[in-house]
Nanobody, 126 residues
Framework: QVQLAESGGGLVQAGGSLRLSCAAS????????MGWFRQAPGKEREFVAA????????AYADSLKGRFAISRDNAKNTVYLDMTSLKSEDTAVYYC???????????????????WGQGTQVTVSS
């Protein structure tokens, strides 16, 4: 079992940056793909970014490529999401998730993630 805790959300002006962190209760390296998802009010949860259990392999939602970057520090059992050039439409609750997998490729489907954090609110003011 893996417990996840997100942090780093907050209020930021459009054009600004934020770094979200996701701390896992146990080591996730070499076994879990880690992902970030977001859910805006009235919308379904959507994929943001994922990093494979081999950390050099990443995947992003097409609309977010170039602005968001996912990384992991296996020594700290932590995954990060660096968000730049933030827009009002990035406002959402951001969730971290873990998916046990034997594949090297990052897992991108919401339903393939079993462990989820409680989420952290990101609000971008225009």
């Amino acid at each position: 079992q893996v417990q996840l805790a997100e942090s780093g959300g907050g209020l930021v002006q459009a054009g600004g940056s934020l770094r979200l962190s996701c701390a896992a209760s146990r080591s996730t390296s070499n076994r879990y793909s880690m992902g970030w998802f977001r859910q805006a009010p009235g919308k379904e949860r959507e994929f943001v970014a994922a990093i494979g259990r081999i950390s050099s392999i990443t995947a992003y939602a097409d609309s977010l490529k170039g602005r968001f970057a996912i990384s992991r520090d296996n020594a700290k059992n932590t995954v990060y999401l660096d968000m730049t050039s933030l827009k009002s439409e990035d406002t959402a609750v951001y969730y971290c998730a873990a998916s046990a997998t034997s594949l090297s490729a990052p897992v991108t489907r919401t339903n393939d993630y079993y462990y989820w954090g409680q989420g952290t609110q990101v609000t971008v003011s225009s």
